[in-house]
């Protein structure tokens, strides 16, 4: 065995991701999630045997935990000791496949449009032998209906034709002995399992097996979606990939002056248009800046309450002052900094912030409404 064909990208300081593909697509399958992906994480992507760029043949695949294995021997050509793991189909069962016999490589797993178990095996087996004796070219007008609930994505399909007999058929073999659901319960790590509602290849009662059997998984059904459910529907899929996976550093400070609801409102509006923007604020204001030791929660935001009257930033001021009360400072104390700020700022821009904070204050004091 050797190790697959992969592409690395993201920072090289990032957490590593490792995403698996399905049965007939190349690496390619995960381009929509990949630019969000590899802001965060350091991503491999890789080939299955006999797909886009790994080596034609079975490379001595016979059974999941063999793809595993070359998994594995991936992962160690990248130096990844340990890994969080995302798979479509048959890339979403070697994740399983991993967490289960190798627990200690797995941080976390994504299952994609993926199952315990893919069918009977004699179907896999008879299909491994159709692919033998033909290719695969007669399996792509069928493949074009299960993979899209939308517009068919011709590139996917030209991966599927291109592929490798052996390797394919070596993949089959691999399903057809497939079976974890007596072992669900051994994966430890946080999963995610993924369903699009409109996949008859692996339908929505497969990840429900998958989340009930997996202890404390989450289960997402996405609309409108079919078995490649991220080309289909890329933006709640990503969405659900980013919730799942380890959040930016500065996400827990960002909540703990904030507040959880603040933080929550603003990834909810997050937009594909927006998403850096936050992934910037969170990782260089609340990861770096307001974690540094040389100034305590206090002081910084004594700080930043001076800087907003200074800006004219009145809606941020707010949401400061909300911020002030949690680091501590008491309603006398954020009346001193407003207070300095008419010498140095201005009496109306002063002014105006006594108004702000005088508003912010009311409402969050005891026994005001909704307290």
Known sequence: ???????????????????????????????????????????????????GGSAPGACGVRTMED???LVLETADACGLTSFHYAGISIGGALGATLAVWHPGRVRSLAMVCSSARFGEPRAWRERAGAVRAAGTGPLVEAAA????????RQP???????ADPAGYAACCDALAGYDLRGSLARIAVPTLVLAG????????????LLADGIPGATLVEVPGAAHLAGVDRPEPVTAALLAHLPAPEGTAV????????????????????????QDLITRYA?????????????????????????????????????????NGLSPDEIGEVLLQTAVYCGVPAANAAFAV????????????AGE
């Open 1 to 51: 065995m050797t190790a697959l064909h992969h592409r690395i990208d993201g920072p090289e300081q990032g957490e590593p991701l490792v995403l698996g593909p399905s049965l007939g697509t190349s690496l390619r399958v995960w381009e929509p999630q990949l630019p969000a992906l590899a802001r965060r994480f350091r991503v491999v992507r890789f080939d299955l045997p006999g797909h």
């Open 67 to 69: 793809l595993a294995g």
């Open 145 to 152: 209906r299960r993979w899209f609930a939308g517009p068919v």
């Open 156 to 162: 996917l399909l030209d991966d599927l034709a291109a």
């Open 197 to 208: 509602r409109e996949d008859a290849a692996t339908p929505p009662a497969h990840a429900r």
């Open 254 to 277: 960002r909540r703990e002056v904030l507040g959880d609801d603040h933080v929550d409102r603003a990834i909810a509006r997050t937009t594909a248009f927006t998403r850096d923007f």
């Open 286 to 326: 609340w990861g770096e800046i307001w974690t540094r030791p040389g100034l305590d929660r206090r002081t910084r935001s004594c700080v930043t309450l001076t800087a907003l009257v200074a800006r004219g930033h009145l809606e941020e001021l707010a949401m400061h002052v909300r911020a002030a009360l949690r």
């Open 357 to 368: 904070a005088q508003r912010v204050l009311d409402e969050t004091a005891p026994g005001a």
